[in-house]
């Protein structure tokens, strides 16, 4: 048997890594066969591999990383385990990852610079106010560069700046100004580990998104034994690759895919001062497609006025009332995929006196009358007469705020939009509206599938995976028809 065979048995066999990669099962057994895994199927394996803890440098010719172009910074803090991120670089730089490293000024009281830079072939960063370092890489650039950012070991002390918005120095000052994943590895006395302030720290990072691989148990340099360990860098190096192919692999999960969103409320002007609107911030359509931009997806937003900042997409339109949504999401078809959040207005609201007595709603309306009526015009259902259209595209998502009967409202709507996807909530009492946090149903044709709370952009994480499952699941089908 060749390596490449060996490799994939361990992995649970030619049909379980097909499904997995959710490739053909006839694509795998090629692989067998020729002894050779495509680059472009290499990252996934690697992926997998290190979920299965196999060491791929058994089986694949050797880590070489050059044509991901993985970028990773590395900051060292003062701690007796500095010495072990010498290992480390060894590691990163085997696999020919582009690293830079920061070190701070306790780090450079157990290691030298000059040992780090022999190490890396490279120039190593220590200084927030150097004119040489600022005027050819300077820290905004190196806080934006990687795709990775390593602090390790990550001291107390940093784990307390970063907790606290502190930027005194090169490292904290990159670490606030980074858009990357940041893992920390914490190193440090079991004492100073347990204490509530490391913890409440902990904790926080924790909640903002931020990495960790946590310290080992066992006896400490430093002759006390606890938690506070650095792991071994091997472990390390692996924890980083894993995450780095898993960015690299959701950088291009929606490339080339076409993907109009609109989000937001939307107004209808009753006179020049005056109008109707509704309660939508316009957070959940934009964290939607934030993550979706982040995975790839050409993504056009069409929004409603709102007050939040725009996220980062290719394409965003603004617009104020139903109609101008309703034509401007049409202009934006053919696409692969919509995704309708927006609460759009279901009525124009034109005022009147009486049934023959207009009011001229150019100017503002005067308070003559004691009663002002309005004769109400429905306005297009964009959803529905786009899921219902010959521009409809291959996914066609709906939104349904509810404050009774959720399932139920939403079911219907499925059906009588003709879509496939429905994320219903429970708007009663304001619980979602300008909230950062939502509880959803996800209701297609044969499932009801209950989301326990989380926040928007966790919603947008999650939806944008399942997304992709029906997405690549309907590719393949395509393909194999
Ligand atoms: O019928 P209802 O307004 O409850 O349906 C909600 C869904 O329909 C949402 O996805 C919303 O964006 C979409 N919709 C629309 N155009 C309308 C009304 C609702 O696209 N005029």
């Not at 020729?34 to 010719?61: C, G, V």
């Not at 290992?87 to 990852?97: G, P, Q, S, T």
């Not at 300077?138 to 602090?151: E, F, S």
């Not at 759009?344 to 609201?349: C, L, P, Q």
Request: with cysteine; proline share 4%.
């Amino acid at each position: 048997m060749n390596n490449i065979s060996q490799l994939i048995s361990l992995l649970g066999g030619t049909g379980l890594v097909a499904e997995k990669l959710k490739i053909k099962p006839s694509a795998v057994s090629n692989w067998r066969k020729l002894n050779r895994i495509p680059k472009n199927k290499l990252n996934a394996i690697l992926s997998l591999s290190l979920q299965h803890n196999i060491n791929t440098e058994d089986f694949l010719p050797s880590h070489n990383f050059d044509n991901l172009n993985f970028k990773v910074l590395l900051i060292i803090c003062g701690g007796i385990a500095s010495y072990k991120s010498l290992e480390l670089i060894r590691l990163v730089k085997k696999a020919n990852i582009d690293l830079d490293v920061v070190m701070t000024k306790s780090a450079q009281r157990f290691i030298t610079p000059l040992l780090v830079t022999s190490l890396n072939e490279k120039k190593c960063y220590t200084d927030l106010f150097s004119v040489e370092d600022e005027s050819k890489m300077n820290h905004i650039m190196l806080a934006r560069k990687p795709d990775l950012i390593l602090v390790a070991p990550a001291t107390a002390n940093i784990m307390a700046k970063l907790a606290n918005g502190i930027a005194d120095d090169l490292a904290s000052t990159i670490l606030l100004a980074s858009f990357s994943q940041i893992i920390l590895a914490p190193s440090m006395n079991p004492v100073m580990w347990s204490n509530l302030a490391t913890q409440e720290n902990y904790q926080k990072l924790l909640g903002r998104g931020i990495g960790f691989i946590a310290p080992d148990v066992g006896d400490m340099a430093c002759g006390e034994s606890g938690t506070g360990r650095f792991p071994e860098p091997k472990v390390i190096y692996d924890r980083i690759i894993s995450n780095l192919i898993n960015i690299k692999n959701i950088a291009d999960q929606f490339k080339n895919v076409s993907i109009v969103i609109t989000a937001g409320p939307t107004i209808e002007n009753i006179d020049p001062v005056r109008f109707v609107s509704n309660r939508s911030s316009g957070k959940q359509g934009f964290a939607i497609a934030s993550e979706l931009s982040r995975r790839g997806a050409k993504v056009t937003l069409i929004s409603g006025p709102v007050n939040i900042p725009f996220p980062k997409c290719a394409n965003i339109i603004q617009v104020i009332t139903a109609q101008e949504m309703f034509e401007k999401t049409i202009s934006q078809l053919p696409a692969d995929i919509l995704i309708c959040c927006a609460a759009v207005s279901d009525w124009k609201f034109i005022p009147k006196i009486s049934d023959n007595e207009k009011i001229d709603s150019k100017n503002k309306i005067k308070k003559t009358n004691d009663e002002l009526l309005f004769k109400t015009l429905k306005n297009p259902d964009i959803l529905a007469t786009i899921a219902k259209s010959k521009l409809r595209p291959n996914l066609v998502i709906g939104f349904s705020a509810e404050t009774n009967n959720i399932i139920k409202n939403a079911k219907s709507k499925l059906i009588s939009k003709e879509v496939d996807l429905i994320i219903a909530n429970d708007v009663s009492k304001n619980k979602v509206f300008g909230e950062d946090s939502n509880k959803v149903f996800l209701i297609d044709k044969n499932n009801c599938e209950e989301w326990c709370e989380q926040s928007k952009n966790s919603v947008a994480f999650n939806l944008a995976d399942k997304i992709n499952n029906i997405f690549t699941t309907a590719n393949i089908c395509d393909t194999n028809a």
